[in-house]
C-alpha cells in the first residue's frame, strides 16, 4: 500500500551508475595497479609535509619532510588535513573535470560519486576550495612528472587521457 511519504531515509550508501562514477571507477582500478604507487604517496606526502618557505620555519629534505619539521606540523591537535591518496585524487579529479579549485570544491560536497573516490565523510562538510588549493599547489614538479609517467604507462581511458591532456596544459 502506498504511505504519504516516507519515515525513515535508508543508511545504506546509495550509489548511481552514472558515467562520472564508472570512470572514477576505473581510475580507482588505475591507480591500484599503478607501478610504484606506493613510492608515488610517499613523495606526496613528503610534499605535503614540507613547510612552506616562511623565515620560522626550518628547511627540510624530501627524507626529513616524512617526518614533520616544524612544532606546527607535529601539532597533536586540530585537523588531520587531506591524505597524499586523497591529495593525489583530487589532483585527478580537477584535471578530469578540467576545473577551478572553489568547482572542485563544490563537486566534492554534491557528487556522491567525487565524494566516495575522494573518500570524503558522506555526512561531513566536504573539503574547501583553500585546502584543495594549498595542498594540490604543495605538489612538487618531480612528484607531479613522477605521476604522470606512470600514469601514461597504464591503458588509456577517455578520463586518463582527458587528465594527461589538462594535467600537462595547465599548471596546478
Known amino acids: ?74 601539532s597533536p591537535r586540530g585537523r588531520k588535513g587531506m591524505s597524499a591518496d586523497q591529495v593525489l585524487k583530487a589532483f585527478l579529479v580537477k584535471h578530469y573535470k578540467d576545473c577551478s579549485y572553489r568547482e572542485l570544491e563544490e563537486l566534492s560536497k554534491d557528487s556522491f560519486c567525487i565524494g566516495k573516490f575522494l573518500e570524503i565523510d558522506p555526512h561531513g562538510e566536504g573539503i574547501s576550495y583553500k585546502s584543495l588549493q594549498g595542498n594540490i599547489k604543495k605538489l612538487s614538479e618531480e612528484t607531479v612528472d613522477f605521476f604522470l609517467v606512470r600514469l601514461s604507462s597504464m591503458p588509456k581511458t577517455k578520463a586518463l587521457k582527458k587528465v594527461l591532456k589538462h594535467a600537462r596544459m595547465q599548471p596546478r
Open 1 to 74: 500500500m502506498r504511505q504519504r511519504s516516507q519515515k525513515q531515509m535508508y543508511l545504506r550508501n546509495q550509489s548511481a551508475s552514472t558515467r562520472t562514477s564508472d570512470e572514477l571507477a576505473k581510475m580507482e582500478e588505475i591507480l591500484s595497479a599503478l607501478p610504484e604507487y606506493e613510492k608515488l604517496l610517499d613523495m606526496v606526502l613528503a610534499d605535503l609535509n614540507t613547510p612552506s618557505n616562511s623565515s620560522e620555519e626550518q628547511e627540510c629534505t624530501k627524507e626529513q619532510a616524512m617526518k614533520p619539521c616544524s612544532s606546527a606540523l607535529s
